[in-house]
């Protein structure tokens, strides 16, 4: 059953940054979009050993910073190669200044 | 102060009475090794791949070789075969370290530069750094660091490959005589993938491109041929040089009734030699399966011979390594719809050839005790009279008329 997991203060997550998290042993990372906060895996599903929050913030996109595979960042959504399979988007919210992600 | 001259490379010549005459210095000098790589294998020739079966889907490998220069031949994503350099565009490494495969992309184990199934670079690590430091420069473009992709045509399920883009079409190449017997073996039935045998031959490549030529060894090294009543001196047969020496056919033509009158063949056995028998004399008891009662071999210059042996479908890739080491790669095929009779009887004649082959074996024996002689006496001269001195084609296994037209071609490609 997913619940709701405590990641984050809502100040550390800051517009043109990836916050990486764990969640119920899920690698996550938390971005902020326009006002908005998105959490999407964090593992690059390439190769399964790379950290996309290590990789660039392109405006919209995180881009991984092994093979520069791109990824939606409001929906996990792959965009390119040699990644071909989406991570996965997990709801988010706020309240009381705090984080939560549903894993 | 006296002048030293400086040292003189030594000038190498053809022996007199050329045409019927070959130097020993060639098997064993490594500049000219690198000069054949170039003039041919890199040159404006068609090199042997694989097989269109051997990569059935998107992203199935096999790993290759053009000359020296490893190659991966794979199929992408619309269905196509690419040919790729198997050498990262950034610091050179083996790309692919697999003889067979599949994958998605290719990774190299060096520094994970990743390319997709047609050649181009899709990312590489670090490509804007770590932690804000290092990277590449922001003007990197990594549409200019893909694989070298060769140009490819595919043939009723035979890929080849030329790094020449103004070589002329594999049929002009092979030319009208080798593309009708090519595409007698290869006639657009679906193949088969029978298996593979490798095998490192301690020889120049030409002592076994010439072994392929050469008619007169057949029945003299080959007990088993005669033996076994395969192929024996008063076998009609045709000897044929093509393309002017480039390529060559032997044609031997066994008896019709071979399969029905195995007690014939048994009965041959004894004025042949002793009473040597099988247990499974299905093991040499083709039959005539394409309508024309013959066993056909063709030596495609630079790259492969294509042998029917019997029912024994092969192909030898041979790959030169080095000026005293070939590596021979035997492919055994049939056609998807051959029934299981014709299956059995393939597998079973297979065993004649490969390294261990019931007759096979006896090349890469004689030919390993060829390269150490070349060695030893490089200014000794060979002689090749044997039916005549012209390079007509001929109607005689006892005839060295093939080689004797591979070196004219050589000689004058080679400038020698």
Same mark, same amino acid.
């Given at each position: ?12 997550? %800051? ?11 899920a690698a996550i ?10 959490a999407i895996g964090n593992i690059?599903p ?14 919209? %996109? ?9 990824f939606?960042?409001?929906t996990g %959504? ?7 399979q989406d991570v996965p988007a997990y709801?988010? %919210? ?9 894993v | ?9 030594? +000038? ?20 000219? *090794? ?17 097989? +269109? ?34 050498? #990262? ?12 495969? /599949?994958?998605?992309? *290719?990774? #190299? ?93 301690? #020889? ?68 042949? /030699? ?46 030169? /390594? ?77 005839? +060295? ?16």
């Amino acid at each position: 059953m997913a619940e709701w997991h405590r990641v984050a203060s809502e100040d550390e997550i %800051k517009e043109g940054e990836a916050f990486p998290v764990t969640a119920a042993g899920a690698a996550i990372a938390v971005y902020r979009l326009e006002g908005a906060l998105y959490a999407i895996g964090n593992i690059c599903p390439h190769q399964g050993d790379v950290l996309l929050s290590d990789g660039f913030v392109d405006g919209d %996109k995180i881009e991984c910073p092994m093979h520069q595979s791109c990824f939606e960042i409001r929906t996990g %959504k792959v965009l390119g190669p040699p990644a071909q399979q989406d991570v996965p988007a997990y709801p988010v %919210k706020v309240e009381d200044g705090a984080v939560f992600v549903r894993v | 102060m006296t002048a030293v001259a400086p040292a003189q490379t030594q +000038e190498r010549r053809w022996p007199e009475k050329a045409a019927v005459r070959i130097p020993a210095w060639i098997y064993t000098d490594p500049e000219l *090794f690198e000069r054949e790589l170039q003039t041919f294998h890199y040159g404006p020739a068609w090199s042997y791949v694989g097989l +269109e079966c051997e990569v059935p889907s998107s992203g199935s490998f096999k790993r290759s070789w053009v000359g020296r220069r490893s190659v991966i031949m794979v199929r992408d994503e619309t269905g196509a075969i690419q040919v790729l350099e198997n050498r #990262c565009a950034h610091r050179g490494s083996m790309l692919c370290w697999k003889n067979k495969g /599949k994958e998605s992309s *290719f990774t #190299c184990p060096y520094h994970h530069w990743n390319y997709d199934l047609r050649g181009n670079l899709l990312g590489l690590p670090f490509l804007r750094g770590a932690m804000g430091k290092g990277g590449m420069p922001r003007d990197f473009d990594k549409q200019k660091h893909g694989l070298r992709r060769l140009r490819v045509e595919t043939r009723n399920g035979v890929v080849w490959a030329t790094y020449d883009e103004a070589a002329p079409t594999l049929e002009t190449f092979l030319g009208p005589e080798i593309m009708k017997l090519v595409d007698r073996s290869f006639p657009g039935r679906q193949l088969r993938l029978l298996g593979y045998n490798r095998q490192l031959l301690p #020889c120049n490549w030409k002592f076994y491109f010439e072994n392929s030529r050469d008619p007169y060894h057949a029945t003299l090294l080959h007990s088993f041929f005669t033996t076994f009543g395969l192929l024996r001196t008063d076998t009609p047969f045709k000897a044929v040089p093509t393309e002017g020496g480039r390529h060559g056919i032997m044609a031997s033509t066994y008896s019709r009734d071979t399969a029905s009158k195995q007690n014939e063949v048994t009965k041959q056995l004894a004025s042949l /030699k002793s009473d040597f028998r099988l247990n499974d004399m299905e093991v040499v008891t083709p039959v005539d399966e394409f309508g024309d009662s013959s066993m056909i071999n063709l030596s495609v210059f630079p790259s492969v011979f294509f042998q029917q042996h019997g029912n024994s479908l092969a192909i030898r890739h041979i790959i030169p /390594k080095d000026v005293s080491s070939t590596e021979l790669s035997w492919t055994f095929f049939g056609y998807a719809d051959d029934d299981d009779a014709m299956h059995r009887r393939r597998m079973k004649q297979a065993n004649l050839l490969g390294p261990a082959g019931h007759v096979a074996v006896d090349d890469s024996e004689v030919l390993a005790l060829m390269q150490p002689v070349a060695a030893g006496f490089p200014d000794s001269t060979q002689v090749i009279e044997m039916g005549g001195r012209d390079t007509a084609p001929q109607e005689t296994m006892v005839t +060295e008329t093939l080689i004797r037209a591979f070196y004219q071609f050589y000689r004058e490609k080679m400038g020698l």
